[in-house]
């Protein structure tokens, strides 16, 4: 079955820092990648997706991840912290054939202090 | 464009009664799915649907809860004699195309409490 782990539930960074957010996936045949932000009491934002195309993958707000096969990771990262990226970030996987299904990892909860 | 849709993004219902939740997708989209977000977890596939089909019904329970998509209108999650453990967030998501590669756009939600 396909899976995510989302090695950190928590991480706390100051504003301007790097911000690295790490997820690991099950190994299979052709997976589509995905990270999500929810800021508190709302829906469900796309930062960025990996399908197969090039490995780093640039999204929205300054994000981008790497996909490494060699690793099954695809980590998040940010190279300067603002205030307005606390939120939760799900780490996402689906693969051909299983009828779009995402699986999504439990969440990291990013805090950002001054 | 519009996004996804949901309504009522909030409801109370008392054990026993039914919950109906619905959702209105992106213009241009005949894929829908629903997810189940408890407290401190993340989101869980619940059922995927086209228009009057379901596709993949595989993270339902299998008592209480049924979905549908009408060829008009929008589509319906549906529960039966609520209990205290379906207090949850309830989020639909679309897409244009059918397949793993496709992006979901998520609505905001609606959350249930039941007392």
Redesign the interface.
């Known amino acids: 079955a396909q899976s995510v782990t989302q090695l950190d539930s928590h991480v706390s960074v100051s504003e301007g820092t790097p911000v690295l957010l790490r997820c690991n996936y099950s190994s299979s045949y ?3 990648l ?1 990270w ?1 932000v929810q800021h508190p ?6 930062l960025l ?1 990996y ?2 195309a090039a490995t780093l993958v640039k999204g929205i707000n300054g994000f981008e991840a790497e996909f490494k096969k060699s690793e099954t990771s695809f980590h998040l990262t940010k190279p300067s912290a603002h205030m307005s990226d606390a939120a939760e970030y ?1 780490c996402v996987v ?14 990291t909860r990013l805090q950002v202090t001054l | 464009n519009a996004g996804v849709m949901q309504n009522p993004r909030h409801l109370v219902r008392r054990r026993g009664q039914e919950a109906r939740l619905r959702c209105s997708p992106m213009k241009g989209h005949s894929h829908v799915y629903w997810y189940r977000q408890l407290p401190e977890e993340g989101l869980k596939f619940m059922v995927y649907l086209q228009k009057e089909n379901i596709i993949d019904e595989s993270g339902m329970p299998k008592e209480r809860f049924s979905a549908e998509f009408p060829k008009e209108g929008p589509s319906i999650l549906r529960i039966q004699q609520v209990v205290r453990g379906d207090s949850a967030a309830y989020f639909c998501a679309s897409s244009p195309q059918r397949g793993g590669q496709e992006t979901q756009y998520f609505g905001p939600g609606t959350r249930l409490l039941v007392l």
């Open positions: 052709s997976p589509s995905f999500y009491n709302k829906g469900l934002q796309l997706k399908t197969s799900f689906s693969y051909t054939g299983t009828a779009s299904k995402l699986t999504f990892g439990t969440g």
